[in-house]
């Protein structure tokens, strides 16, 4: 695979960033993670506006999130993909010692990578997992999307060890959101998702949150957005998480408690049909391609 380092496409294995360089050093950077089927990103206008926020709330200039576009398609095309995840990653830049305190002047370091993914065709159903719940040991700025992770590793490492695949973060008795994804309930049929910007519990401006509130409203599902406190977990007709690689998925176990008779519910199946049928609109219309 080819991979973008500075305006320039290498070979993965000589793709070189400065040991000086501030992502490395300190996870002074932020990151996007675009679904490609068929060559169609996946809410890439919205993964375009959420990288411009991220890097205005971190104050890293020098780089314009128009070209998420141009960077992807050049990988895709690079690499002769069509059906691909694409990750990309700026960060503050390289100084020339470890310090602190950014020197003016730096230039962002642009990284992007391209991985092979299953095509729309056999990715047709919502998938399930198994979550834990743990408090949200994180810092508090979750609307950014940045590349320091170590609180969000911790806790999927966590997850591991007690044999599931994702963790629930909670903050004083609030769902803030998973350590990759974005968490919603149903109860009543009623779709039911934490606000944003809530400084309570905060968390990430998810595109894919943002689909499936919007397939909710295509679907006719109830929706309604405010906070959900941790015991509603357990007492949920289905807990759902969101994100770019998954869309929407089915937790099906939490804390070794089996939710929904360890089947994709109702809504989530709708939703995922409704988003599913969205994405395969897209590739039908070769105009709606970035």
Request: glycine letters at 8%; hydrophobic letters at 45%; a negative charge.
């Amino acid at each position: 695979m080819l991979a973008y380092v500075n305006g320039s496409l290498v070979p993965e294995e000589h793709a070189k960033v400065s040991v000086f360089d501030r992502g490395f050093l300190f996870g002074d950077g932020v990151y996007e993670m675009v679904r490609f089927f068929g060559s169609v990103g996946v809410a890439l206008d919205l993964h375009q506006a959420r990288l411009a926020r991220s890097l205005a709330l971190t104050g890293i200039t020098g780089f314009d999130a128009n070209a998420l576009v141009s960077i992807c398609h050049s990988l895709l095309e690079a690499n002769a993909l069509h059906d691909a995840s694409i990750y990309i990653q700026v960060t503050r830049g390289a100084g020339t010692a470890r310090a602190h305190m950014p020197v003016p002047g730096l230039v962002p370091t642009v990284v992007a990578l391209a991985s092979r993914t299953a095509p729309l065709a056999e990715f047709n159903a919502a998938e399930t997992l198994r979550a834990i719940v743990r408090p949200d040991m994180r810092w508090h700025r979750c609307e950014i999307k940045t590349t320091a992770l170590a609180g969000n590793i911790l806790a999927l490492i966590e997850a591991q060890n007690a044999g599931a695949e994702e963790c629930i973060l909670v903050r004083d008795g609030l769902v803030s959101e998973g350590a990759y994804t974005n968490v919603g309930i149903v109860r009543g049929g009623t779709l039911i998702t934490s606000p944003l910007d809530d400084a309570a519990a905060p968390v990430l401006h998810g595109t894919m949150r943002c689909w499936m509130l919007e397939a909710a409203s295509d679907a006719g599902i109830p929706v309604e957005v405010r906070r959900v406190r941790e015991h509603e977990l357990c007492e949920a007709d289905e807990v759902l998480v969101q994100s770019s690689r998954r869309l929407v998925s089915a937790v099906t176990e939490l804390d070794g408690v089996r939710i929904a008779d360890g089947e994709v519910g109702p809504v989530c199946r709708a939703l995922f049909a409704a988003m599913h049928a969205r994405i395969q609109k897209l590739t039908a219309n070769p105009s709606t391609r970035g």
